[in-house]
């Protein structure tokens, strides 16, 4: 059994509350609700990130039939111009004239719908232009809102790690002033609890503990030397004795 003074005993509730602070400091710089609002913006982003990319791909493709519909509608001019022309030129019989005069109508024809297919085309690759616009746009304002959520953030960690820092510091001067064994007695008592290291007990009743002690527990408790380090056998916590 550890031996220490009531005094040191009692500063141990001194440790227990810094280190309670402590702990409850940590579990607010790991849960601060801007975390998960930067991570929903972060998922909206990557969202529409993917969205864009499809719509730039899109787009590319829509542009490729643009230029293969405006191709097909250059050449056929010309060759309607190349017939024209020879249709028009000197020593060219009726028979031919005639048979160059029907392709050139049927040229008309093939350009007057390859014309109505490019405007079409148009308006699609105006209507992709703009979806892909208006995505950038929404990226932007994501990233303008991440950017501003993270300064927050970056807030919020200074405030909380600036009293982290300074409750650490008060936890190590504490426990420099207590005996080394008594430290570490309470040390791997809230290791085994996952927190809870001393509670205060006045008489019978436990503050800080959500057990009860027995009538047995009780009487040996009182029994014990006023300098015996008292812990509970059953909830591996030191009991200190304020009474």
Do not use: C, W
């Not at 993917?50 to 010309?78: C, G, M, P, S």
């Not at 008592?189 to 503990?209: D, I, K, Q």
């Amino acid at each position: 059994m550890i031996r220490a003074a009531r005094e040191d005993q009692r500063r141990l509730l001194e440790l227990q509350n810094l280190d309670s602070r402590l702990a409850r400091l940590a579990h607010e710089r790991r849960t601060l609700p801007v975390l998960n609002e930067i991570r929903s913006l972060q998922t909206q982003a990557a969202d529409t990130e993917k969205e864009r990319i499809r719509a730039a791909t899109h787009l590319a493709d829509l542009r490729r039939e643009l230029t293969r519909v405006e191709d097909d509608v250059e050449q056929i001019r010309q060759r309607s111009a190349r017939y024209q022309a020879r249709a028009q030129g000197a020593g060219v019989s009726a028979k031919d004239a005639a048979a160059m005069e029907h392709e050139i109508a049927l040229l008309a024809e093939r350009t007057s719908v390859l014309e109505d297919a490019e405007l079409e085309q148009m308006e699609l690759v105006d209507a992709a232009e703009k979806r892909l616009a208006a995505l950038r746009e929404e990226e932007a304002a994501i990233a303008g809102r991440i950017a501003e959520r993270a300064a927050d953030r970056d807030a919020e960690f200074e405030r909380l790690d600036s009293l982290i820092a300074e409750t650490s510091g008060r936890r190590e001067e504490l426990a420099a002033r207590l005996p080394a064994n008594l430290v570490e007695l309470y040390d791997d008592a809230r290791v085994t609890t996952g927190g809870l290291g001393a509670v205060a007990l006045y008489g019978s009743r436990l503050e800080g503990a959500s057990f009860e002690l027995s009538l047995t527990d009780l009487a040996e408790i009182r029994a014990a030397p006023e300098d015996a380090v008292l812990v509970s056998e059953d909830h591996d916590v030191i009991l200190v004795r304020m009474d």
